[in-house]
């Protein structure tokens, strides 16, 4: 619980030094295709573990039953409000959130690399974005799957838009920031296990097979 809470607020000081770096960090080059080209890379990787998150969580250490089958959450009750239903299948609305998020962001990058296009207020409104994102996945955690879904997609899609904003007035800036959405997927993660992990620990059904 405490390293969640750590992580969170290390995710949200991050994001404050980021800002804090754009209105004053001089200005120098970079190779900008490079950092797009990680950033569209680590989108991927995004969208893969949003496909297969038991091997995202195998990688930190979280294994869950092999048994879960709703969206790789519990087929319980408890979790109703972290899934949904899509054509008789059930998904995880965060991780769905992620993955559409990620495919905006990729074609928000190339469209960026092919054509081109400068707007100072690309980079405040995917702070925006971004900062509303980590408040309501580590803090408020509104429980509705469609909030969950949405702010996934906004932490993603924010994103793009920060990292297109840097690369038109603080390039220079690019390898920090490509540091700092590692640690916000992390922090995603771990945020997200350490909860699923705290409604198990409150369920009162001791015969539960995912305890």
Same mark, same amino acid.
């Not at 990058?109 to 971004?130: D, E, P, Q, R, T």
């Not at 580590?138 to 920060?162: D, E, P």
């Given at each position: 619980?405490?390293?969640?809470?750590?992580?969170? /607020?290390?995710?949200?000081? %991050?994001? /404050?030094?980021?800002?804090?770096?754009?209105?004053? *960090?001089?200005?120098?080059?970079?190779?900008?295709?490079?950092?797009?080209?990680?950033?569209?890379?680590?989108? !991927?990787?995004?969208?893969? *573990?949003?496909?297969?998150?038991?091997?995202?969580? #195998?990688?930190?250490?979280?294994?869950?039953?092999?048994?879960? =089958?709703?969206?790789? $959450?519990?087929?319980? #009750?408890?979790?109703?409000? $972290?899934?949904?239903?899509?054509?008789?299948?059930?998904?995880?609305?965060?991780?769905? #959130?992620?993955?559409? #998020?990620?495919?905006?962001?990729?074609?928000?990058?190339?469209?960026?690399?092919?054509? %081109?296009?400068?707007?100072?207020?690309?980079?405040?409104?995917?702070?925006?974005?971004?900062?509303?994102?980590? !408040?309501?996945?580590?803090?408020?955690?509104?429980?509705?799957?469609?909030?969950?879904? !949405?702010?996934?997609?906004?932490? +993603?899609?924010?994103?793009?838009?920060?990292?297109?904003?840097?690369?038109?007035?603080?390039? =220079?800036?690019?390898?920090?920031?490509? +540091?700092?959405?590692?640690?916000?997927?992390?922090?995603?993660?771990?945020?997200?296990?350490?909860?699923?992990?705290?409604?198990?620990?409150?369920?009162?059904?001791?015969?539960?097979?995912?305890?």
């Amino acid at each position: 619980m405490n390293s969640s809470r750590s992580l969170s /607020f290390l995710s949200l000081l %991050g994001l /404050f030094f980021l800002v804090l770096m754009y209105q004053w *960090a001089p200005v120098s080059e970079i190779n900008r295709n490079l950092i797009l080209a990680v950033f569209i890379l680590v989108c !991927i990787l995004g969208m893969m *573990a949003a496909i297969y998150p038991r091997h995202c969580l #195998g990688l930190f250490n979280r294994k869950r039953e092999k048994s879960e =089958s709703a969206g790789h $959450h519990p087929d319980c #009750g408890e979790f109703e409000t $972290h899934t949904f239903t899509l054509k008789c299948r059930r998904y995880c609305a965060g991780c769905f #959130g992620l993955f559409l #998020g990620s495919i905006g962001a990729i074609f928000f990058c190339l469209f960026y690399y092919l054509y %081109g296009f400068s707007s100072s207020i690309l980079f405040w409104a995917g702070v925006l974005a971004v900062f509303l994102a980590l !408040i309501e996945l580590n803090y408020f955690k509104i429980n509705r799957s469609w909030v969950k879904f !949405i702010f996934n997609l906004v932490l +993603v899609t924010g994103s793009a838009m920060i990292i297109v904003g840097i690369l038109e007035s603080k390039p =220079s800036l690019g390898p920090y920031f490509l +540091v700092l959405i590692i640690l916000w997927i992390y922090t995603r993660t771990t945020t997200s296990a350490t909860d699923h992990d705290l409604i198990c620990s409150r369920c009162s059904d001791t015969a539960c097979p995912y305890k």
